[in-house]
């Protein structure tokens, strides 16, 4: 049987399950939109923007585990998805980038052709995990399974494919059992799972008198959270999370604190005189304990699927690479009938939860009601994708989360203009789930072009758009280092206009008391709806 390089190409995606791709057609990739047609099990999102559709890609894989990919033309395009997958790489994301190149006798050549660059893929190498180039059209589908499964082999994180455009052209005899045999990762790709030091990890929770669990992202993607949980209530240990592994144990148990970014968190007695830190599936990012100094005195237990991680900001006492699903349901298997009651612990996590509220509503009354109904909603299962604007690193903080997948935020890369696009994939990987995009003025017009494609797309999306005409974040970081700010006042358009001209339904909040009226009406509703909040108030984080 005859197929084209493109046609193989969409068969390779069809055969990994992929039912969604994000991308904008162009002169070089358009076999492969042409290819797609003939596919009626893959969705192709076309986005007004490169950026947009890598967003897009990202939020899909966070909200659903399964890797996002994109398709670009190479060169301009390929390039705005660069920002994306630098987001994708510093939290963990498994997206999937297929791009082309100029035609294989060309590449580095820089003769001019339309978008060529002189080194493409080297461009790519500090954002993603592993880069591909295409050497033959018969090589595609081997390379498109290979790619794919690395998104997700080992610690998540991005791959780059370039595909020169005359295999794409190309057409070439292809058995069908050809696409049978399975490609394998390189050895040298893979984790190897070693467990040796289980043994020593469970002495030293039987030896400890305060233990603390620290779960991360990797409890996620494992998940590892039913587990963490008859974990931490064995051996009455409290449970904090990382920003992005918010949702690995459902806040109202009595045994979840918060997360470690929340300053009342950060600097509680339940971490400085916890003996004994058992830290699962969290790389201990600088941009987690940082600003906070977040005071880790106890001998510390580091479960990780990355290698790197293990002991590079704290010192470890026992260090495994390994699955934090694997690795803790061992742990729990050989501490066997053994157990630890201590009865003061679950009064010392109500006691700290009370004062993360108290402090809520001391410092942002308007947002605590806010938050009210934005929990509620999350404890519905509901997807909140927030931008990274102060309302955003409030949520991060103080918002308790129930479920995992559910607070979708880009905590390390730290990108403006995620949140909408984000959104618009999670909505595309939960369709039966209500998904709200948090954003600010500042955020939403980095890529507001996108209500384009949620509206065209028909799915029912809701914004909150906190406004509060600047930069806000940069400018309370200005205002305490320099005492004014400089170069953060915006001039916004109206956005309940700019909202009515894509055809979304805007809506003002006039008084924060209104919200929770004005937000029980629009959830849910059909379509893209926005609520717009006034929010000078937001004035600190």
């Not at 040796?196 to 990797?218: M, Q």
């Not at 690995?248 to 950060?266: E, K, Q, R």
């Not at 709200?436 to 509206?455: H, K, M, P, R, Y």
């Not at 008391?513 to 108030?537: A, M, Q, T």
Request: negative net charge; glycine residues 8%; aromatic residues 8%.
């Amino acid at each position: 049987m005859k197929k084209t390089g493109a046609q193989l190409l969409v068969d390779a995606l069809v055969k990994e399950s992929v039912d969604v791709v994000f991308g904008i057609p162009g002169i070089q990739n358009m076999d492969i939109y042409d290819a797609l047609e003939d596919v009626d099990s893959i969705i192709s999102v076309v986005a007004r923007h490169e950026q947009g559709a890598g967003y897009m890609a990202d939020g899909y894989a966070r909200a659903s585990g399964k890797p996002g990919v994109v398709i670009t033309v190479p060169g301009p395009g390929a390039l705005n998805a660069i920002t994306p997958l630098g987001e994708a790489y510093s939290d963990s994301s498994p997206v999937l980038l297929i791009t082309v190149e100029v035609a294989s006798t060309e590449i580095s050549h820089k003769r001019g052709y339309l978008h060529e660059m002189k080194d493409q893929m080297a461009t790519f190498k500090s954002v993603v995990k592993k880069t591909y180039r295409v050497t033959s059209a018969k090589e595609i589908p081997t390379i498109i399974q290979k790619a794919y499964k690395q998104t997700i082999d080992g610690r998540p994180r991005p791959v780059y494919v370039e595909i020169p455009i005359d295999f794409l052209k190309e057409e070439i005899m292809f058995e069908e059992n050809e696409e049978d045999k399975p490609a394998k990762l390189d050895q040298t790709e893979t984790t190897a799972h070693k467990y040796a030091d289980i043994e020593k990890v469970v002495d030293l929770l039987k030896n400890a008198k305060r233990p603390l669990i620290y779960a991360g992202l990797g409890a996620i993607h494992s998940e590892a959270g039913d587990v963490i949980t008859r974990l931490a209530e064995k051996i009455s240990a409290p449970v904090i999370t990382t920003t992005k592994g918010k949702g690995v144990i459902p806040a109202d148990h009595f045994l979840a604190v918060g997360n470690s970014w929340c300053p009342v968190v950060g600097s509680s007695d339940i971490i400085k005189n916890a003996d004994l830190i058992l830290c699962i599936g969290t790389g201990l990012s600088a941009r987690t304990w940082l600003h906070n100094k977040l005071p880790l005195n106890g001998k510390i237990i580091h479960i990780d699927i990355d290698p790197e991680s293990i002991g590079k900001n704290f010192p470890v006492e026992v260090g495994i690479v390994g699955n934090a699903l694997e690795a803790t349901h061992l742990i729990l298997t050989e501490l066997g009938e053994w157990s630890r009651k201590d009865e003061t612990v679950t009064h010392k996590v109500k006691t700290l939860k009370n004062q993360i509220q108290q402090k809520l509503e001391q410092e942002q009354p308007e947002l605590n009601t806010i938050f009210k109904v934005l929990e509620k909603s999350l404890k519905n299962g509901d997807v909140l994708v927030s931008d990274l604007t102060l309302a955003g690193m409030w949520a991060a903080r103080y918002l308790p989360v129930y479920k995992p997948r559910t607070f979708l935020f880009p905590m390390e890369f730290g990108t403006l203009g995620f949140a909408l696009p984000a959104a618009i994939g999670a909505k595309l990987a939960e369709p039966q789930k209500n998904v709200i995009c948090l954003s600010g003025d500042g955020s939403f017009l980095f890529n507001s072009q996108e209500l384009s494609t949620a509206v065209k797309l028909g799915i029912d999306l809701l914004i909150l758009l906190f406004n509060d005409g600047r930069y806000g974040s940069v400018r309370v970081n200005q205002i305490r280092t320099f005492g004014r700010s400089s170069g953060t006042d915006l001039c916004n358009p109206d956005f309940i206009k700019l909202a009515d001209a894509y055809g979304v339904h805007g809506v003002r909040v006039e008084q924060i008391s209104d919200f929770k009226d004005i937000y029980g009406d629009l959830i849910n509703k059909k379509g893209v709806r926005l609520i717009e909040i006034p929010s000078e108030f937001l004035d600190s984080y």
